[in-house]
């Protein structure tokens, strides 16, 4: 244990020594997800990487073990006493961060929000997956497909505070009063906090709860993980349809097996290659944030910013992509 | 002089046995929810709660060891977390491929069947550091002199913080799990989960140790009077020590089953669990002071839980969510407990009338 | 340094000038290795995260400390302490603002009050196994109060000025929060080590038999603590939410376990009868230093709390494996002077 501290210690010092050295100082990042041990923010910071090799950027990154509001507040604050050029942030509460993210803007730090966005008031610049509409109706088609039409289905989400969750499941909602999902009943909407725990036991309650229950959706990675090996202990693979927002990696046996056949999701890579992007951007003055600007991110092309109906603004980096049994092979090893 | 009292059979005797009590309590629970759901009465869901509950029951059995000398271990969570996570690493390190057997029904490709480094080895790496784990609390807590929940509080954040160092910050996800750890729990015998059978096997090899070998009724002696047992030539301190290593050793195993049935190895795994342990200890009758305790209540007051756990959820009381429960857990805790002291005076008071002056 | 009343002062005495150099030495070590970030000036900023929350805790976790008791459904009282104040203002369409913090602090002193009720009816039960299930009573409470969601909506200077403000004193910026805090030490100070109140606890704590005995109404004093901790708790509930702006029935976890550290950290002991107010503010202050300073070198929480535990550890066990070198070298002593 002392080694591996006297080792980082030394590593600190010298790093230290060599900022000092070169003439002009580099941006610097903080990067804050909604909580570590998780793939989909795993591979978002690789696509901060990505962006860092390209821009010269510095970035640190780090996410509460608990998913916890008040672990990413302190996270918050300690960039604050780093003097980082800017946050990027995937929010566990949207208005639990706020007051601390004003403190951070008042002292010049840029706030842009990624992935769960922070409320407008709190951020200049949200950067969404996709168009959150099609997010909530593509799983929607998705999951009536498979139970050919009719039945009950209920979504298991990650946590009410969540606001992209939150967005999504509204739209799922929406999408259900359409004539054509006339057939099918959505009983309920549990939370299993993004917790594998939590999640597993809410799916298990759900299979025991409602017998008759055909379909579940769940916009959530840690979710329609813990969903699906809930759905095979309990021998019910095939017989309760399961579909949501998967990392390939994670969902590659389940879609193999078939406990799930049709799932979606954006590369994290890209949003975090964006949200890096972005965040550079509005460091080096470039943007602001408001409406009709738009900057280039990288390998992804032209972004442009638009009006988010909340109060403030946000920008797409791409359309959800669909994973099934067929493709899953090409994408299990990428994210 | 009097007659020497004639060895009747007293029912209310009978009823006063704690453990019969308890399990005509978690007959009747049982029979209460069923009577609401009929499914959770179902041979089906009843074997699901012992599999689920074999986990609690295996980590109570060490709880038990540690209480009944009067000591106290709040860092099994921690422990399970280590070894599970050690385990983990070397498995997923040597992880590779194998050559995939018959394409299983109804699935696309054949998906290859993943092998690691042989399971026993795995499970008797984590129970090596569980009994490393434990070692270092009795050290600490008999040698050391350090109060045990002080000990095992600094220990707990120890542990964890070595879990993180050993994950290196990253996961064991169920892609990195080798097809044998995966299935490890999920195999069925006679119709019961292989996690029940495991759980069988400690509790027989406890039963044992603890009813019939020298060493184990020393734990009894140390937890009644420590004093009197040091004068009577019992090394208070290693038995003391023994007793967190034996804690160590199933929370290593503990922790095995839990990766396995979660399909996930976190750095801060099983995070709370350790206050379930404890009460399930207490609701089975194990004194907190040392001294008392009996293995069927252990078990039994472990199942208490699991009953309830499950009883809420098939109620549908709680809205399919868990935290409603926690309120209700809480409270049913409580009333155990305060049963359980009313059942002790009762006890008491009955003993002392009973003295012959 | 005052000494306290109870077991033997000149070893209390010795663990705060301990602390105290810990304090310094950390300090000292962390600003070399980090000198724009770690400055005192910024340390102020944040006691906010790291001081007064777990402080208020801690303060109210000593006098059950003190009386050999423990209590780990604090922060479990904090959480439903600060639900019933979020959902009583709802936001501004509940009631006043000022109606609500009372309920807050009434729920906290009644969180107590059912604590210290149980555990004075039932003697036979350690503390612990009543304030654990008291501990997820209170948080399903909260849960079936809230469920999952979280109740927000604060006047603006809740987490503008009480969050997040400071006092311009002296040249530098002060969280009032902080403020706060140090302007309760003194009085508790007083009322704990120099009142015959204080001294009743103590005498509670290091023999409650004897004390009985000598005419003392151990349960009365029993309750006050808890419900006194209770209260406590409920505050710094209160100065958790204020940086959060939100309340959820998850709030506070494992800020118990903080709060026993701090507490054990600066003298107290479990087994009661022992416990120093400047002891716990010097060791709120070390932890405060340290895990600031981890936090800015390696940006990691697991490193953090693993060098709390090592730290916690190693206060309570050096003492006492001196002086079992010392019992050793006397018993030689002995054994040498018969022999002659």
């Known amino acids: 244990m002392k080694r591996i501290l006297s080792v980082l210690l030394a590593a600190a010092m010298l790093l230290s020594l060599g900022l000092a050295v070169t003439a002009e100082e580099p941006i610097k990042l903080g990067v804050v997800y909604k909580q570590t041990g998780n793939p989909f923010f795993e591979a978002a910071v690789r696509g901060f990487e990505e962006a860092s090799k390209e821009l010269g950027f510095e970035f640190i990154h780090n996410g509460p073990a608990d998913s916890s509001n008040e672990g990413q507040i302190q996270i918050i604050e300690g960039f604050i006493q780093q003097e980082v050029d800017a946050i990027a942030i995937s929010a566990n509460d949207a208005a639990g961060v706020v007051s601390v993210l004003q403190t951070a803007m008042d002292k010049g730090i840029k706030v842009i929000s990624w992935d769960s966005k922070v409320l407008a008031e709190g951020r200049q610049l949200n950067i969404d997956p996709s168009v959150a509409q099609n997010i909530g109706r593509v799983q929607v088609e998705e999951i009536a497909a498979q139970i050919g039409g009719e039945g009950q289905i209920a979504i298991l989400s990650a946590a009410a505070t969540h606001d992209n969750q939150n967005t999504w499941i509204k739209y799922m909602k929406e999408e259900l009063e359409k004539p054509e999902y006339d057939k099918i009943e959505l009983v309920t909407v549990v939370y299993g906090d993004d917790l594998t725990d939590k999640s597993y036991q809410e799916m298990q309650g759900l299979i025991n709860s409602y017998p008759d229950l055909k379909g579940v959706i769940s916009p959530t990675t840690v979710g329609v993980a813990a969903a699906a090996v809930a759905i095979k202990d309990a021998g019910m693979s095939g017989k309760i349809k399961l579909t949501g927002l998967g990392l390939p990696s994670e969902m590659a046996d389940f879609l193999a097996d078939r406990t799930c056949e049709g799932m979606y999701l954006w590369n994290p890579i890209d949003l975090g290659y964006a949200a890096a992007y972005a965040s550079v951007a509005m460091v080096k003055g470039e943007i602001t944030g408001a409406v009709g600007e738009t900057f280039v991110a990288g390998r992804l092309g032209e972004r442009e910013i638009f009006d988010a109906g909340d109060g403030g603004t946000f920008t797409i980096v791409g359309d959800p992509f669909r994973f099934t049994p067929e493709n899953i092979e090409e994408w299990k090893n990428v994210y | ?357 | 340094m005052a000494s306290v009343t109870g077991k033997i002062p000149a070893f209390l005495r010795r663990r705060e000038w301990l602390l105290a150099a810990l304090v310094l030495l950390v300090f000292f070590w962390f600003n070399a290795r980090e000198p724009d970030n770690y400055t005192f000036f910024k340390l102020l900023n944040q006691t906010r995260v790291y001081m007064v929350d777990v402080g208020f805790m801690a303060l109210g976790m000593l006098l059950v400390l003190i009386l050999g008791d423990i209590d780990i459904s604090v922060a479990a009282t904090a959480a439903l302490s600060a639900t019933v104040m979020g959902v009583a203002y709802r936001g501004g369409q509940g009631l006043p603002f000022w109606l609500s913090i009372l309920l807050m602090l009434l729920t906290g002193a009644a969180c107590g009050l059912a604590n210290g009720l149980l555990v004075i009816r039932f003697k036979e039960l350690f503390p612990m196994i009543i304030t654990l299930s008291t501990q997820t009573l209170y948080r399903g409470i909260a849960y079936i109060i809230l469920k999952d969601q979280s109740a927000g909506g604060f006047p603006a200077w809740y987490a503008k000025d009480l969050g997040y403000g400071s006092l311009p004193l002296l040249g530098l910026d002060v969280p009032i929060m902080l403020l706060i805090l140090l302007l309760v030490f003194p009085f508790y100070y007083l009322w704990l080590h120099r009142t015959a109140a204080g001294r009743r606890l103590f005498a509670a704590g290091t023999n409650i038999t004897a004390s009985r005995y000598s005419g003392l109404h151990t349960d009365r004093i029993k309750l006050t603590a808890f419900l006194l901790n209770g209260l406590f708790a409920a505050i710094g509930g209160f100065f958790l939410t204020s940086r959060t702006g939100s309340v959820k029935y998850t709030i506070g976890t494992g800020f118990e376990m903080q709060a026993i550290a701090v507490a054990v950290l600066g003298g107290a002991s479990t087994s009661g009868g022992r416990g120093s107010v400047p002891g716990l503010l010097l060791a709120l202050l070390l932890l405060t230093a340290l895990k600031n300073g981890l936090m800015l070198l390696y940006n990691d929480a697991f490193i953090l709390n693993l060098s709390v535990g090592l730290l916690l550890i190693l206060v309570v066990l050096i003492p006492n494996l001196f002086s079992a070198l010392a019992d050793r070298r006397r018993v030689l002593r002995q054994r040498l002077q018969l022999a002659k």
């Open chain 2, 1 to 357: 002089m009097s007659k020497p009292p004639v060895k009747v059979f007293n029912p209310g005797r009978l009823l006063r046995n704690r453990e019969l009590g308890l399990s005509l309590v978690l007959l009747a629970l049982v029979g209460l929810i069923g009577l609401r759901n009929p499914a959770f009465a179902s041979i089906n869901n009843l074997q699901f709660i012992l599999g689920d509950t074999a986990i609690m029951i295996v980590l109570a059995l060490g709880m038990m060891c540690v209480l009944l000398v009067g000591s106290i271990d709040i860092s099994i969570s921690a422990v399970m977390a280590l070894s599970a996570m050690t385990a983990g690493i070397v498995m997923k390190n040597n992880l590779s491929q194998a050559e995939a057997q018959a394409l299983a029904e109804g699935a696309v490709s054949a998906a290859a069947v993943k092998v690691s480094t042989p399971l026993p080895l795995l499970l008797l790496l984590a129970a090596g550091v569980g009994a490393g784990c434990g070692l270092v609390n009795g050290l600490l807590i008999s040698y050391g002199r350090v109060l045990p929940i002080v000990a095992t509080l600094g220990s707990q954040y120890i542990i964890y913080g070595l879990s993180h160092l050993v994950s290196g910050g990253q996961a064991v996800y169920r892609k990195d799990m080798s097809e044998d750890f995966i299935q490890f729990t999920r195999g069925s015998f006679l119709g019961f989960n292989s996690k029940v059978w495991i759980m069988l096997a400690a509790f027989l090899v406890l039963l044992v140790f603890i009813t019939y070998t020298r060493h184990g009724r020393r734990l009894y002696a140390v937890g009644s009077n420590a004093e009197a047992a040091r004068l009577s030539g019992i090394n208070v301190r290693a038995v003391t020590l023994s007793a967190h290593v034996i804690m160590g050793i199933l929370a290593g195993l503990a922790g095995m089953l839990y990766a396995s049935h979660d399909n996930k190895i976190t750095q801060d795994m099983a995070m709370g669990y350790e206050m379930y342990v404890i009460a399930a200890c207490v609701i089975g009758g194990v004194s907190v002071t040392g001294g008392s305790g009996k293995i069927l209540g252990v078990a039994l007051g472990a199942l208490t839980i699991g009953v309830i756990n499950n009883g809420l959820t098939m109620l549908r009381l709680t809205g399919n969510s868990e935290f409603w429960k926690k309120a209700i857990q809480g409270a049913v805790i409580l009333v155990a407990i305060i049963t359980n002291v009313y059942i002790q005076r009762g006890h008491e008071r009955r003993v002392l009338r009973e003295r012959r002056l």
